[in-house]
């Protein structure tokens, strides 16, 4: 008894106070204190199924009473924490407000201890009652649905172990028959079944066949063809087993009795008329034996028995859809049409033990759910307590966790992620939401929502870069998200969990890495091997746009270097390349392809020769004391498409200006060609 | 010094006391908590600061245990001025004098809790 006390929560500022109710109460309860309002949010966030009753004072500090109040009704704590108000105000107003919040009594100041004891014993009681009755009620339906399979069971095995067949068939007919009217339902609402009534109809074709304990077990086994008197023995299996349920002298209005009945009875009638025992025609034929019928005769075929083998599932369905065993509801063939993928993937995976401890688990889910008992707004709570604790374990990572929940749209951000972000925690609307966008703008919030969206509950994970704006910078981050499925046929995307991750200076790093290796580190411009890359790319999409490659070389730059020292030789060249930056367009592409050997490749309108010119001129300008003069060779699309043959040209072009006079620059024309061949 | 006599000194009801905790062992040791409580210099550090609202809820504090305690006295001063704080934002000249009885009678009441045998 002593451990196993009960725990009450004694919210108040003053620590005497504490002690005091502490020590009125700790005979017959475990103590939790707190000592103000966020304080016992706090405590009731972790331990809310703990908490079995709390004393909560009205005047503290960053969070009263009434504030926690409010609190414990936005989460439905309220519901299920008793709550006892203790203060000196004495005042009405206070009083009624706080019962209005949901508190169930009060106790006023000076403390009596009997007062004190009593109030929260009967208080505690109450609560603690309601608590004891929904786990009893959850744990007695959960025994009743367990007692109910199992009994099935037990009957169906009897009766397959007799009949030589493997304790599988139950499980499978149960399994189709489920399916098969989950299908139908999907499809038409002509036969008005609640998921109720399936499981019922499921669980009860287990009994489809209890009849056959009736026949002689001669008959039953026989390997060969039945003769027609033993025909009509075993067809006998039908009424027998009606009857055994139908003579059940108590507890007849049972559902599981009723439909028992009907399939035991009529799961061997055809929808023509021509099946026995009672010839009914098509939905005289009640929808339940009709469907464990089908289940019963693909079960059949899909297994092997004494008297043949087991024919491939593709077969079977084929066989039935044909009209070769019997004649079926055109729904239910429509409905085995559209579940034989389905029931080929997943039947062998049905066996012995497994379906029921999964299918006892499901139909308590369902009845709670029906019932809308507090045992189930229970486990609901168990999740939410789970929830919290995974956001509160974020919290203490510190890292920027979200979650999205597609309707009603909200974003929830933990609570450090929503201080490094600089945003609430509760985001509303997120997709028009100002204050979120100033962080995570319009577009990449829509692509991101939109990967979320392609996911699928197969593959839910997605990963993405985005640039975020926090801190007052704009960041790169990394964004790791689990989306989350609904459960039905064709799952709709609810949401998502996941976290964003400040990967800036990473990325940064990256991006500069692999810049520095696209640049020549003196002069900032491309190197050799990117401008070709780039170059050619763009020759590749150049349809009817026109280029230009120049290529030039300083002269006497060997000497300058020698005269002025290297120094001064690196600052000419960087020189240069700013001149050539600011004289080409963003779109056209310099590099420096080694010692003083420049390389440009522009775009021109109707003739180069401007656009040479000027470059030219700017390049030539005075560098200090240095004369800077170029050789430049041109060469035009027009006279050749490939890269290596414009390189080629240029360099042709800018020889014949080095062997002239230097300091000109000189376009690619075909009496250079000798010389070009020369060279190649 | 007895509890009783304590109460007497202090102008304190100890029927009242002892009617609702039950035992002398019980109220001697939380008599003693009130002696070693902080809300009196919250209140005092409160005042020098001029913040109202925490004043408040200091004064607040010492009035509820005093009620706990059925220390009269002290809970009559520490109600005064708790209901003239209440909801005040300004600082005003009228609450020095309440301060001040407040201070004299909390500090007589520890003196007597002190010599508590």
């Given amino acids: 008894m002593r451990k196993n006390k009960r725990k009450i929560l004694i919210v108040d500022d003053s620590e005497l106070n504490r002690s005091l109710l502490a020590d009125m109460l700790e005979e017959d309860f475990e103590i939790v204190e707190a000592e103000n309002g966020v304080e016992a949010i706090r405590i009731l966030h972790e331990r809310e199924l703990e908490i079995s009753l709390v004393l909560l004072d009205i005047v503290m500090p960053q969070m009263d009473g009434f504030g926690v109040l409010s609190m414990m009704n936005r989460t439905g704590w309220i519901k299920t924490v008793p709550v006892i108000m203790i203060s000196a105000e004495s005042g009405g107003m206070y009083i009624d407000r706080a019962y209005d919040l949901g508190a169930i009594d009060y106790i006023s100041r000076p403390f009596d201890e009997r007062t004190v004891k009593h109030r929260v014993a009967c208080n505690f009681m109450l609560g603690a009652r309601q608590k004891e009755m929904s786990e009893l009620l959850t744990r007695q339906i959960y025994q009743k649905e367990k007692d109910n399979s199992l009994m099935i069971e037990i009957l169906s095995h009897i009766v397959e172990f007799r009949n030589g067949e493997s304790g599988l068939h139950v499980l499978h007919v149960n399994y189709i028959t489920q399916l098969v009217l989950e299908q139908l339902v999907s499809m038409t609402d002509k036969y008005k079944l609640t998921p109720q009534d399936i499981r019922v109809i499921s669980n009860a074709s287990a009994l489809h066949d209890i009849g056959k304990i009736t026949i002689p077990s001669e008959i039953l086994n026989k390997p060969g063809r039945f003769t027609p008197e033993e025909f009509e023995i075993m067809k006998k299996h039908t009424l027998e087993g009606a009857k055994m349920l139908g003579d059940i002298p108590y507890r007849k209005d049972e559902e599981l009795v009723k439909i028992g009945y009907q399939i035991c009875r009529w799961h061997h009638e055809r929808y023509d008329g021509r099946g026995y025992p009672d010839g009914l025609v098509g939905d005289e034929i009640p929808i339940a034996a009709q469907a464990v019928s089908l289940a019963d005769v693909y079960d059949a075929l899909t297994s092997k028995r004494v008297y043949k083998d087991a024919y ?144 699928s509950a197969i593959s839910p994970v997605i990963t993405s870069m985005f640039q975020l704006t926090f801190g007052g910078e704009r960041k790169w981050t990394k964004i790791v998200a689990k989306t989350m499925w609904g459960d039905s046929e064709s799952p709709e995307f609810e949401g998502a969990i996941g976290k964003i991750m400040d990967v800036n200076d990473e990325t940064v790093t990256m991006r500069n890495l692999e810049k520095k290796a696209e640049v020549d580190e003196r002069t900032g411009l491309y190197n050799n091997d990117t401008a070709k890359l780039k170059i050619e790319k763009l020759l590749a999409e150049a349809g009817g746009r026109r280029f230009a490659l120049a290529m030039f070389d300083i002269d006497d730059f060997k000497q300058a270097n020698d005269k002025y020292g290297h120094l001064f030789g690196n600052k000419v060249l960087a020189a240069v390349a700013d001149r050539i930056r600011a004289n080409i ?96 | 010094m007895t509890v009783k006599e304590v109460y007497s000194e202090v102008g304190g009801n100890y029927e009242d006391v002892i009617s609702r905790l039950r035992t002398d062992e019980r109220v001697a040791r939380f008599l003693a908590k009130v002696a070693s409580d902080g809300s009196f210099v919250l209140l005092e550090k409160s005042f020098s600061e001029k913040n109202t609202e925490e004043a408040f809820r200091a004064a607040h504090t010492i009035k509820g245990v005093c009620m706990n305690l059925s220390l009269t006295k002290l809970y009559d001063s520490s109600a005064r001025l708790t209901e003239i704080l209440r909801g005040r934002t300004a600082f005003g000249d009228d609450l020095s004098a309440l301060f001040e009885e407040v201070k004299k009678d909390y500090l007589h009441t520890v003196e007597c809790i002190n010599k508590l045998n």
Wanted: charged share 30%; hydrophobic share 35%; with cysteine.
């Fill in chain 1, 312 to 455: 491939a599932p593709e077969t079977a369905v084929k066989m039935i859809l044909r009209g070769e065993c019997g004649t079926f509801n055109p729904l239910l063939l429509d409905c085995l049409r559209e579940l034989a993928p389905k029931l080929e993937k997943e039947l062998h995976l049905v066996s012995l033990g497994n379906a029921s401890e999964e299918k006892i688990q499901d139909s308590v889910k369902h009845i709670l759910k029906g019932s809308r008992s507090d045992a189930s707004a229970r486990s609901i709570r168990l999740l939410e307590r789970e929830r919290q604790k995974f956001r509160y374990l974020s919290d203490l990572t510190g890292e920027i966790v979200f979650e999205y929940t597609s309707v009603p749209e909200t974003l929830l951000l933990s609570e450090r992620g929503a201080q490094t972000l600089g945003l609430p925690m509760r985001i509303d609307d997120p997709q028009n939401n100002a204050e979120w966008h100033s962080v995570f703008s319009k577009d990449d919030f829509n692509r991101l929502l939109e990967s979320m969206r392609s996911a």
């Fill in chain 1, 585 to 680: 367009r963003s779109t056209d592409i310099a590099a420096r392809m080694g010692g003083d050997e420049f390389v440009i490749f522009m775009e021109y309108q109707d003739s180069v020769l401007p656009q040479t010119k000027r470059i030219f001129k700017r390049l030539t300008e005075k560098y200090c004391e240095f004369d800077v003069g170029i050789s430049m060779g041109v060469a035009c699309s027009e006279d050749a498409s490939d890269y290596e043959t414009l390189f080629l040209m240029a360099d042709t072009a800018m020889y014949s200006v080095k062997r002239d006079k230097k300091n000109g620059f000189a376009f690619y024309d075909k009496s250079m060609k000798g010389t070009l061949k020369q060279q190649n």
